[in-house]
């Protein structure tokens, strides 16, 4: 049994007070470094201050590419998660036989980015395929799915070779109209219009002196064309295309301003027309769905609508044009979005969910969702639906949906330039001097991949060949290059 003095006692209460406080604070700074540490942050920089590190994922296509930053070389390769403290840093993506990849990174502490998009390009693309082609100016059409192109030459034939460009050693599908459905006449064709959802069916349209006829023509049975403008009574000033991108379901624009809809397997007609207005343009965007413009308050101004469940609402108002409104939809990530350009419009509208604000709006005005401040004169969605894209040929703005941020830069080609989707994040351009270039979305490593290009660029749904008119002093060819497998 342990006997102790009053002092000693005081002593021994002291040592276990000051012992649970050391526990204490000792419990306290390990919990603060455990939940510092999981919020990313790193207790002793080398400068001595708390920094948080942020987690940026590096992916690339192909995979197994070295990862530098800041010029330094990181141990694992793509796709890797790297922590790194809050900070900008260089980013560069390496692998023998590709183009180096370089990026600039802002990244905070706390968050998570991701360099999902990054493509590497072989260093020197092979060639696949030289397909000598008669002189001339080609037109072109590619299917929804990627794969197959239809191309003719404007030069008052009526044949058209279809490519398979998955395959681009494949002889070429041929089509032509025959004599018992073009008379005495000659027809050349005049422009495709539209690819089928199927990818089997495509519209084109030819001419003879003034007079149109509009062929249907099936991929899978190049003798099975059908004349629509026989078989349904079109006049010279209708426009048709695919409703609901269904082979079968037939759009008609009268000049009269009333839009209706024929079957094209028993050539039927509805009696009703799809809207009771009367319409100027017209553009279906996917599900039954449609904007279009009619007249507006005024003679100088058209009112905008969109059709959706059956009911039309106008959601803008604005002045007329003699330059065509540009439209497009898409949907990503469960929304719905309708870019606006072209006309009398100085910038170019991206509306989010507009079915769903027009209900609600106040005095029939929908606000844009984003305003990208440049004149578009052409404009379009990324093949995921993530970045809209408008130019003007001379500079390209870009607003990434996914990110919310925007872009605008001054187009990489010798202005002005052809320009548009090369494939899910990066874009082409085609300048004066014919070079082919492509960059991604937000116009940093641009590439020059090829020289004597005429024309846009046609790139596979794999995202393996890209396919052009090549055009040398003395012949004209559709050539296929390899995007994909390194050089050797």
Not at 192 to 210: C, P, V
Not at 399 to 408: L, R
Request: aromatic share 10%; net charge negative; glycine share 6%.
């Amino acid at each position: 049994m342990e006997f102790l003095s009053p002092q000693q006692k005081k002593q021994k209460t002291r040592r276990l007070f000051l012992g649970y406080g050391l526990l204490s604070v000792l419990v306290v700074l390990a919990s603060y470094i455990l939940i510092s540490t999981a919020l990313g942050y790193e207790l002793f920089s080398s400068n001595g201050q708390v920094v948080q590190n942020g987690l940026l994922f590096v992916n690339s296509r192909p995979n197994g590419a070295d990862i530098y930053v800041n010029g330094s070389k990181e141990a694992s390769g793509t796709n890797a998660k790297l922590a790194l403290p809050e900070g900008v840093y260089e980013i560069s993506l390496r692998k023998d036989g590709y183009k180096e990849w370089r990026s600039s990174v802002d990244l905070m502490g706390g968050t998570v980015e991701f360099l999902s998009f990054p493509r590497l390009l072989p260093s020197d693309p092979k060639q696949l395929a030289d397909i000598p082609y008669q002189n001339g100016t080609v037109t072109a059409l590619q299917s929804r799915d990627k794969r197959w192109l239809a191309l003719s030459l404007l030069d008052g034939s009526n044949n058209i070779d279809l490519y398979d460009l998955d395959n681009p050693n494949t002889p070429a599908i041929k089509f032509s109209l025959p004599v018992s459905l073009t008379g005495d006449k000659t027809y050349r064709l005049s422009k495709y219009l539209e690819w089928a959802g199927d990818n089997k069916h495509f519209l084109a349209r030819f001419e003879s002196d003034g007079s149109p006829l509009i062929v249907l023509f099936n991929r899978e049975d190049p003798v099975d064309l059908d004349n629509l403008t026989s078989t349904l009574g079109l006049q010279p000033t209708d426009e048709i295309g695919f409703w609901d991108a269904k082979w079968d379901q037939i759009y008609i624009h009268h000049q009269a301003g009333i839009v209706q809809l024929a079957n094209a397997k028993d050539h039927s007609l509805e009696a009703a027309p799809i809207t009771s207005d009367s319409v100027l343009e017209f553009l279906p965007i996917g599900g039954k769905r449609a904007v279009y413009s009619v007249a507006g308050p005024s003679d100088k101004e058209v009112n905008l609508k969109i059709l959706a469940e059956e009911k039309s609402y106008i959601f803008m108002t604005i002045d007329k044009s003699d330059k065509p409104l540009i439209m497009h939809a898409a949907g990503f990530n469960r929304n719905d979005y309708i870019a606006l350009g072209g006309g009398s419009l100085e910038k170019t509208m991206l509306f989010k969910n507009l079915r769903v604000q027009v209900k609600t709006a106040e005095n029939n005005h929908v606000a844009p969702y984003v305003l990208l401040p440049i004149q578009a004169s052409d404009l379009d969605f990324s093949r995921t639906n993530r970045f809209i894209f408008a130019t003007d040929g001379l500079q390209n703005s870009v607003y990434d949906i996914e990110q919310k941020e925007y872009f605008k830069y001054d187009v990489p080609a010798k202005n002005p330039a052809l320009s548009g989707w090369f494939d899910d994040a990066r874009l082409y351009s085609v300048g004066f001097d014919k070079t082919l270039s492509i960059y991604d979305f937000n116009g940093d490593n641009v590439y020059k991949i090829s020289e004597s290009v005429n024309g846009v660029p046609y790139v596979n749904g794999g995202v393996t060949h890209a396919t052009f008119d090549f055009q040398s002093t003395s012949s004209q060819s559709l050539r296929t290059i390899d995007i994909e497998t390194a050089t050797n």
